[in-house]
């Protein structure tokens, strides 16, 4: 069974998060999520879930300050690791190493191991500091996926610009979601 990492961040759109872990059950990935003490704050504000309600979106859940966790070790197997939303703390703290949490260490765990790490960065408008830290990011081989609209598959509702996101984040990783709509020219 494929496996992948979840991690659920402070910043505003959660809803990409949640979208995620339905897209990758969707698709019969195991997922394992990591949410950020700020991350449910963001839950709270932006959703109707409850904490137990995000936690059954997926299929182990992991405390944040357990660094001993499966996920935070290479020889724990994974296809790679999402963080949506991402918030600039989070982004740069996988820039620079610091793994003072759960999230930031499987993270790091994902770069060392040259899997796919995905941020879904959400802020703007950008500073230098916020430019210079998705540089790191990147040439530590993260792929910095900010959640930009596509709107070439003329949306209809902001759920079908979630879903497209979520959606292409999961292609990253080469996880094949059924019915996504994609370009066809």
């Known amino acids: 069974m494929r496996r992948l990492v979840v991690g659920i961040s402070g910043a505003t759109g959660i809803a990409y ?17 990591v949410v950020t003490p700020a991350g449910q704050q963001t839950r709270a504000y932006e959703t109707d879930l409850g904490a137990r309600d995000l936690a059954a979106l997926a299929d182990v859940v992991h405390r944040p300050a357990d660094v001993g966790a499966a996920i935070a070790s290479g020889s724990f197997r994974t296809d790679g690791m999402i963080v949506a939303p991402c918030s600039v703390r989070t982004l740069s703290a996988v820039a620079y190493s ?34 210079r830290a998705m540089t790191a990011a990147t040439e530590s081989g993260a ?3 900010p959640p930009v609209p596509a709107f070439y598959l003329r949306p209809g509702s902001v759920d ?21 709509p994609r370009w066809g020219g």
């Open 98 to 131: 610091m793994n003072d949490n759960l999230l930031t260490r499987a993270a790091d765990v994902t770069l060392k191991e040259r899997r796919r790490l995905v941020l879904l960065v959400r802020e703007t408008p950008l500073t230098l500091g916020h430019l």
């Open 143 to 145: 792929i910095v996926m």
């Open 17 to 33: 998060g949640i979208r995620v872990l339905e897209l990758a059950r969707k698709a019969g990935v195991e997922t394992h999520l």
């Open 160 to 180: 079908d610009i979630v879903d497209h996101t979520a959606g292409r984040a999961l292609d990253l990783l080469g996880i094949d979601v059924p019915d996504l």
